[in-house]
């Protein structure tokens, strides 16, 4: 596990697939605290503050959304518009609890749902899939993988919010969403910017893809 940046109150980590947040502590043999959470199956950059004083303050951050925080995501299907905005009210699904579920504001049963935001645009689109760059503006359980399946096009690999109709990749064996860049405020004032490469085995599936475009 890769220690991106580090000082006297922030520990950044390239977190792999395959690991909790809450479990990074432990790997690491360090006691620091999660500052926001990463779904096990989504790799890239993982904040951890090193004292209870500095999470206090990078919490507060996320929740008046202050950090900037985008993903680089594979979804299944060709996207209409090269960039759009998803905002909707999300909660935990009522028939599947596990999941989150989309809810309209004046809808039925969208009583204490949380407001969502998610920004996409297109980076590339390949066969039976589009490459994105998402922005969100608010931190919520499941949401860019919710808020795709919502517009009909699921994180490619995802096995809980996927389509059985949607194959999907050769080889990729998870979700196809990387946290690649953060820019924070940490306790000096100053802003830092953070960015992480997309996880190896993700590249292999996006050369995969191209090369079986280029030969089509």
């Known amino acids: 596990?890769?220690?991106?940046?580090?000082?006297?109150?922030?520990?950044?980590?390239?977190?792999?697939?395959?690991?909790?947040?809450?479990?990074?502590?432990?790997?690491?043999g360090r006691k620091v605290f999660n500052a926001h959470r990463l779904d096990k199956d989504t790799s890239g950059i993982n904040l951890f503050a090193k004292s209870q004083k500095a999470l206090i303050f990078f919490q507060k951050q996320f929740k008046n959304r202050e950090v900037e925080k985008r993903y680089t995501a594979l979804v299944m299907g060709q996207i209409k518009d090269n960039k759009g905005i998803i905002e909707t009210l999300i909660g935990r699904g009522v028939k599947q609890r596990k999941k989150q579920s989309v809810y309209l504001a004046a809808g039925p049963k969208s009583?204490?749902?949380?407001?969502?935001?998610?920004?996409?645009?297109?980076?590339?689109?390949?066969?039976?899939?589009?490459?994105?760059?998402?922005l969100i503006k608010t931190?919520?359980?499941?949401?860019?993988?919710?808020?795709?399946?919502?517009?009909?096009?699921?994180?490619a690999g995802d096995r809980v919010y996927g389509f059985k109709n949607h194959p999907c990749p050769e080889g990729l064996k998870r979700q196809f969403l990387h946290a690649n860049y953060i820019k924070i405020k940490v306790l000096s004032g100053d802003y830092k910017e953070f960015?992480?490469?997309?996880?190896?085995?993700?590249?292999?599936?996006?050369?995969?893809?191209?090369?079986?475009?280029?030969?089509?």
């Open 1 to 28: 596990m890769k220690i991106i940046y580090e000082d006297e109150n922030l520990l950044v980590v390239d977190k792999p697939a395959g690991i909790e947040t809450i479990e990074v502590p432990d790997k690491l």
């Open 111 to 134: 009583e204490n749902k949380r407001q969502a935001i998610t920004h996409y645009q297109v980076i590339q689109r390949l066969k039976d899939c589009t490459l994105l760059q998402v």
């Open 139 to 155: 931190g919520r359980k499941h949401q860019i993988r919710c808020h795709m399946a919502y517009l009909g096009h699921p994180v």
């Open 195 to 216: 960015e992480s490469k997309l996880a190896e085995e993700l590249e292999l599936c996006l050369t995969k893809l191209k090369n079986s475009q280029k030969n089509n």
